[in-house]
């Protein structure tokens, strides 16, 4: 059972738990990316199983009005085993969301694993018709070359500011630099795509940006944010008939991100702090 303090962060342990949540925010206008939590397998079982759960979970949101899709994680999927596991595993999840008419977002991990994830990102998408999405790191330098390679590549683009530690040879570290980098390709991306932009960011003045670049180009776009973060905000963006979609991560393997997300903010360590304590 997922103790209340985390279920802030956490769509619950199970995908019937998942579901109740995808149900609830799309009640308010919110769509749900669902995500099952799992990262960094060394064993071919291991990614394959989570393979096989997201083809599942795939089925079953098909067969439901929900509006819903789901993100996967590259170690998940076997990256770290090597690049034809994930590619193997990432292939059987897209082919789902191809026969089930649900879309497939993959994150974006560490640097070591960027060009083998854009390789089965290209491939994939075009052989699906755009059915799959994938998130880019802002802070890294390589980024700007990335979105010009991918510019002709249908399917989504999800654009963050990256969450990963990455030396200063290969990354801004800086934080303004990485909001520079940010706006930047944000631009970019509004030049040179006619959609399928994704402003994956909490940031109140990079979606007030997109809704600027929108207007001046013409690109449709999405706003994502994480499940517990600004959730306010993200029924207000879905209420002014701004398409929002709201990441939610889901499984047993809660414990490790719940204190992710609560490390990485005053506000949510404090949060947590009155949760225990409650006040
Ligand atoms: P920050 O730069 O952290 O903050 C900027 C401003 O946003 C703050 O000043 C504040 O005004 C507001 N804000 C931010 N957080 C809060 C909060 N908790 N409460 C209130 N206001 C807040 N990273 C990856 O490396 N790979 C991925 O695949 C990936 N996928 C993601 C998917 C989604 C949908 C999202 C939202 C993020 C993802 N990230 C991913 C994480 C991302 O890289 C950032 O680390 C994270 O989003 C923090 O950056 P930010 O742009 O949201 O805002």
């Not at 170690?75 to 059987?92: H, K």
């Not at 990963?164 to 509004?190: C, G, H, M, Q, W």
Request: some cysteine; hydrophobic content about 40%.
């Amino acid at each position: 059972m997922i103790p209340p303090i985390a279920s802030r962060f956490v769509a619950g342990e199970t995908p019937a738990a998942a579901f109740d949540h995808v149900r609830r925010a799309n009640e308010d206008g919110v769509k749900v990316i669902l995500n099952l939590l799992g990262e960094h397998y060394r064993e071919r079982s291991a990614a394959a199983a989570d393979a096989e759960a997201y083809v599942s979970l795939i089925r079953d949101i098909g067969g439901t009005d929900l509006d819903a899709c789901v993100s996967v994680k590259p170690s998940q999927l076997g990256i770290d085993i090597g690049d034809d596991v994930f590619r193997e595993n990432l292939r059987r999840v897209v082919e789902a969301g191809d026969e089930h008419g649900v879309f497939v977002w993959c994150d974006m991990e560490d640097a070591d694993t960027t060009d083998a994830t854009l390789d089965a990102f290209e491939e994939l998408t075009r052989e699906f018709d755009g059915g799959v999405g994938q998130c880019v790191q802002a802070n890294l330098r390589r980024t700007r070359e990335d979105l010009d390679r991918l510019a002709d590549v249908p399917g989504k683009i999800r654009l963050v500011k990256g969450a990963y530690d990455e030396p200063e040879s290969i990354a801004y570290t800086d934080k303004a630099d990485v909001n520079e980098a940010y706006r930047e390709d944000l631009e970019f991306l509004f030049k040179e795509r006619e959609g399928g932009i994704a402003v994956g960011s909490h940031d109140p003045k990079m979606v007030s940006l997109a809704a600027e670049l929108s207007a001046e180009y013409g690109a449709d776009y999405e706003v994502q944010m994480l499940m517990g973060v600004r959730e306010d905000e993200q029924r207000r963006l879905a209420e002014e008939g701004v398409e929002t979609w709201q990441y939610a991560p889901y499984g047993d393997k809660w414990m490790s991100y719940f204190y992710r997300r609560v490390r990485e903010r005053k506000e949510n360590a404090l949060f947590a702090l009155r949760a225990v304590v409650g006040v």
